[in-house]
């Protein structure tokens, strides 16, 4: 399963969507990844989890943390990196830096794609 989060920190429940679903997907034994793409590298900026907070739910990165433990892997989109002005140590430590082409790659492999 992939979940493709284009979606940055002005729609929040948009990004708790991917971590649960997909957390969700990986108790089911179906192996996830989240794609972060265009606005969506927001997500994964040290320091933005901490900030975000939906009504009714845990912290971000209390849902993060949860997400990554069961699995979930994380990959972000090496352009949309260099448009944000952002580097690999700008980023949380447990996400992947990969070229635009793997974007591709993920969603001919995957059986389901979901865009947030």
């Keep these: 399963m992939l979940y493709v989060q284009m979606s940055g920190l002005g729609s929040p429940e948009r990004i708790y969507a991917s971590f649960i ?5 990986v108790a089911a034994g ?3 990844t989240i ?3 265009l606005k969506g590298v927001e997500a994964v ?12 739910y845990p912290p971000l990165k ?7 433990q ?4 994380l990959e972000v989109c090496e352009q949309s990196c260099m448009l944000a002005g952002l580097k690999q140590a700008d980023l949380i430590d447990d996400v992947k830096v990969v070229g635009p082409s793997t974007l591709n790659d993920r ?9 947030f």
Excluded: N, Q
């Design 70 to 73: 069961e699995g979930v892997e």
């Design 35 to 37: 794609y972060f793409f």
């Design 45 to 56: 900026k040290k320091g933005e989890p901490e900030k975000i907070e939906v009504e009714g």
């Design 62 to 68: 209390l849902i993060m943390e949860r997400a990554i």
């Design 30 to 32: 179906i192996r996830a």
């Design 21 to 25: 679903l997909a957390a969700d997907a």
């Design 107 to 115: 969603v001919l492999e995957a059986d389901a794609v979901m865009y």
